[in-house]
């Protein structure tokens, strides 16, 4: 099994108080006037919609942040599945799906489990970002994800955030750069989480040390989660 921790640390009440006064300032700048804000705050939507217009701008705020900075997609506590089979279970019961290259890799005796609980980070990024290039090779893209302080993602973290990522857009894959272990036509490969019209699915793909990767290829970027670190 998988556990998807909470990311952030609570708001203090400092905090809180500065935000309050930053509404209160704009609630007296707001040219709607008295009329305009009574209606505002007789919106039963008010709060809701307060929060997406938050979450929108910290989206745009993080892309700001040095990519080892920014907050997680999610942050999951691993190492709790005592077997292969537990963990390719747990995925299926989450209603999700396996393909026979990637139940190839998991396979493999290399493909290993973590020995005990830890909470990870995953950050999304894609290959131009984390690289600064269009094409690079595997080994490239592993040394990038190493000198900006990222980790090899643990094995079973795509089957985790398979369970996690239960929104995940349609037509979008992520790839998890966990060492690459041999499928069982001996090529090296990797996992990643799919989503298209039939479903949601841990998928496997090349890692061979030659592979080129596109820029636009989308990663999910592990680091360990920072309270645990």
Not at 87 to 114: H, R, Y
Not at 117 to 134: C, H, I, Q, R, W
Request: with cysteine; proline share 7%.
């Amino acid at each position: 099994m998988s556990q998807r921790t909470s990311q952030f640390k609570p708001i203090s009440d400092g905090l809180a108080r500065e935000i309050g006064r930053m509404h209160e300032d704009a609630a007296r700048k707001f040219d709607g006037g008295t009329f305009g804000i009574e209606l505002v705050k007789g919106d039963p939507e008010f709060q809701e919609s307060l929060f997406k217009h938050w979450q929108q701008r910290v989206a745009l705020r993080a892309r700001l942040l040095p990519l080892i900075e920014r907050p997680p997609l999610f942050s999951l506590e691993l190492g709790l599945w005592k077997s292969k089979d537990g963990m390719i279970s747990a995925v299926e019961s989450a209603g999700s799906k396996f393909s026979d290259w990637a139940l190839q890799v998991i396979g493999n005796p290399e493909f290993t489990l973590l020995p005990e609980p830890g909470v990870y980070d995953f950050v999304p990024s894609d290959v131009g970002e984390l690289t600064g290039k269009n094409q690079v090779k595997t080994p490239e893209l592993y040394v990038a994800q190493s000198r900006l302080g990222f980790i090899e993602s643990p094995h079973e973290s795509a089957c985790s955030v398979r369970i996690a990522y239960s929104d995940q857009p349609m037509n979008e894959w992520r790839v998890l750069l966990s060492k690459p272990v041999a499928d069982a036509y001996g090529d090296l490969s990797v996992l990643r989480v799919d989503r298209r019209g039939d479903g949601s699915w841990v998928s496997g793909g090349f890692a061979d040390p030659g592979r080129v990767w596109g820029g636009d290829e989308r990663l999910l970027l592990c680091r360990k989660h920072p309270l645990a670190a």
